[in-house]
C-alpha cells in the first residue's frame, strides 16, 4: 500500500510533513509514502533522516497552494502543485490508497470533491474528525464542514459512513450514533433535524441512540455525531475555543495567584501536559473524508510531525480495513 | 420598580430562590420582589432570614411546571402555577418590569411568548446568555435556542436587540457584532448565514465586524455574537460540555498523577476555584430574552442562591437602563 502525502502543504511544510512521514514508517510496517512537491529540497530534508528506502518515494510537483487562493480555482488551474499532484499519484498509482494533506481545507475538499471518486450512493463526502472523550475513547463528529447545507438523507448517510468507520477502525461492533441537537426529546431540533430523526430510527445498521446535545459530544456515551456541516463545524470549533480559553484563563490565574499557585503549578506541570496531550485531537490524527473509494485524511493546518505520523498512520488504519471499497449504501 | 420571581422554578426552589432573591436586596437598592409560589411555604422561609419587609412580597401559586410538561399545554392550562401566575403579576402590575424564573425553559420561552408584548417589529424573541471571556468581559450570544429556525431578517433584529442590550448594560457605545460562521472569510457560511451577512453589513446602528468562528465566541474580541437558536444552543452547550470535559480529565489526570500531583493540586486549589468561577456565566446571572416590553430572565435550572441573585440584579440593570422600551426597531 502506498500513501501519498502531499510535502508542501500546512504551516510547517516541508520539514515536518517529512519527518512525521519518516517517523510513521518507522512506527508501523505495511505501507509506503510518496511525498509529492520540491524534489530537490524533499531529497535534502531526507540526506539528513535515516530511513527505509524502499519505502519512500518523490513526485516533483513545483508549486503550493496556500490558504488564501480560492480553493476551486487553485484546484482546476494548478495541476503542478503538491496538492494536485498528490491527487493525480492516488488516482493514477494502483497501489495508491491514501493521501495526507495539511494544507488549505478548502483546497484539500474540493481536491477531493473533482477528483476522487465517491463511493456509490454517497451524494457529497463528509469531513470527519476524531475527537477524544473523558472515557478514554474517542468519538467520530460527521459532518464537520464538508457541507454547509444538507437534505436529511445526507445526515442519514453521514450516520452510516461514520458507524462503518468507527467498526473498521476499532473493536466496537455498534457504534451508538446521536443526532446533534438542541435538546434529548425526540421532538427537539432545527427542520433539518426533526426531519433527519425518523430516517435515522428507521435505518437498519445503525445503532442510532436518539438526539443529543452538544454538551454531551465528549462524554463518551456517543461515537458517532451526527450533524450538518455548519452546526458541526461550529460544535467543533466551540470545544477548540473553550479549551484554550480554559488554558488562557488557567494561565492568568496562575500568574495572578502568586507564589503559592506558581509552586502548584510546577509540581502539576506533568499533569498539564498529560491533559493537553489528551485533549489535543490532533495528536490522534487528522480528519477522514469519508465516503470516497480512497481514503483521504486532512490534518491540522499546524500540524507538526506528531500529529502528520499519527495522521499517516490513521490513514494506514482506515485504508487496510478496507472502509472505502466495503461500505455498503 | 418591582421583580417578579417565579419561587418555585428550577431545581433548587424554592430555598435557594429566596435565599438568592434576599441577597439581591441587600446588594441593590431601588427595587422590590414579588415572590410567586406557595405562599405558607415561602413565609416558612422568610421568617427565619432577616430583610426589609417593605421591599419583599408574595403572591399566592400552588402549582407547579416542571420539566417533564409540555410547556404549551402547561402554559395555557396551569394558570395557577408559580410561573404562570408571575407572568401575570408582570401583566397586571404596573409597577412590574422584570420577571425571574429558574424553571423549564420551554415553558419559561412559550410564557413569555404567549404572555409578554414583543417590542414593536420583533418578529421572535431571543435568548441570549452573557458569557465571561479571556479578556475579563463579557460576550452576548444572541439567539441561543428561542428560535431554532430563523430568516435572515431574525439575525438582523438579533444583532441590534444584543447590541442595544449591551449599550444599556455597559459603557460600550459601539458593542462589536459577528455572525457565527464557519469560516471568517465573508463568503463563508450556510444558505441562511450567507443571506443575513450583506443585510448585516447594510444596516446602521450596529458595529457588525464581520463572520467569525465558533473558536473565538469566548476570546474578547466580539461583544455580541449572532445566530439561529440552533445554532446558538450548539455552541453554547459545546462550550459548557468541553468545560466540564477538561475539568474531568485533569481531575482524572490528577489522581493518577501520584503524590506530586496531588500536592501540585492542593497548593492550586484556590486557582482552581477562580477558574470555576470566571467560566461559571450562571455566576453573572440568566440568559435575558430580547424583544419583549418587559424583562424576562431565564436562571439556569440549577441556580442556586448567588446565580438567582445575579440574574436579580441583572434583570434591575436591564429594566433600569430601559432597554425594553426604547429600542427603536
Chains 1, 2 share one sequence.
Not at 503550493?64 to 494548478?78: C, G, H, L, Q
Not at 450538518?228 to 466551540?238: E, M, Q, R, T, V
Not at 496562575?254 to 498539564?272: E, S
Request: hydrophobic content about 45%; overall charge positive; some cysteine.
Amino acid at each position: 500500500m502506498k500513501i501519498v502525502i502531499d510535502a508542501y502543504g500546512g504551516d510547517n511544510a516541508p520539514q515536518e510533513i517529512v519527518k512525521g512521514a519518516l517517523q510513521a514508517l518507522k512506527e508501523k510496517e505495511g505501507f509506503s509514502v510518496v511525498l509529492v512537491g520540491k524534489r530537490e529540497e524533499i531529497e535534502a530534508l531526507l540526506s539528513s533522516e535515516t530511513y527505509d528506502a524502499e519505502r519512500v518515494g518523490i513526485v516533483d510537483a513545483l508549486r503550493v497552494i496556500t490558504n488564501d487562493m480560492s480553493p476551486t480555482e487553485a484546484v482546476r488551474k494548478m495541476k503542478d502543485s503538491s496538492l494536485v499532484k498528490a491527487f493525480s499519484v492516488l488516482n493514477s498509482d494502483p497501489d495508491a490508497q491514501a493521501i495526507i494533506s495539511a494544507g488549505s481545507t478548502g483546497a484539500v475538499l474540493t481536491g477531493a470533491t473533482l477528483l476522487v471518486k465517491r463511493l456509490e450512493g454517497v451524494t457529497r463526502a463528509a469531513l470527519a474528525p476524531v475527537l477524544p472523550t473523558v472515557k478514554g475513547g474517542f468519538v467520530t463528529l460527521v459532518d464537520c464542514g464538508a457541507n454547509s447545507d444538507c437534505k436529511p438523507a445526507q445526515l442519514v448517510q453521514f450516520a452510516r459512513l461514520g458507524s462503518a468507520m468507527v467498526k473498521a477502525t476499532s473493536g466496537n461492533r455498534s457504534p451508538r450514533v446521536g443526532l446533534l441537537s438542541n435538546g434529548t426529546e425526540d421532538k427537539k431540533g432545527n427542520e433539518l433535524t426533526k426531519e433527519a430523526f425518523p430516517l435515522l430510527k428507521a435505518e437498519t445498521g445503525i445503532n442510532f441512540v436518539g438526539n443529543m446535545e452538544a454538551r454531551e459530544i465528549l462524554s463518551g456515551d456517543y461515537d458517532v455525531v451526527v450533524a450538518d456541516g455548519f452546526s458541526g463545524n461550529i460544535a467543533l470549533k466551540a470545544c477548540e475555543g473553550t479549551a484554550l480559553a480554559f488554558m488562557t484563563i488557567l494561565k492568568n490565574c496562575i500568574l495572578a495567584g502568586g507564589l503559592r499557585a506558581k509552586l502548584g503549578y510546577l509540581l502539576m506541570k506533568p499533569v498539564f501536559k498529560e491533559v493537553k496531550k489528551t485533549m489535543d485531537y490532533n495528536g490522534y490524527g487528522g480528519a477522514v473524508l469519508l465516503g470516497l473509494t480512497k481514503v483521504v485524511v486532512k490534518s491540522h493546518g499546524s500540524s507538526k510531525a506528531k500529529s502528520i505520523a499519527a495522521s499517516v498512520i490513521q490513514a494506514y488504519t482506515v485504508a487496510s480495513a478496507g472502509v472505502s471499497t466495503s461500505l455498503e449504501l
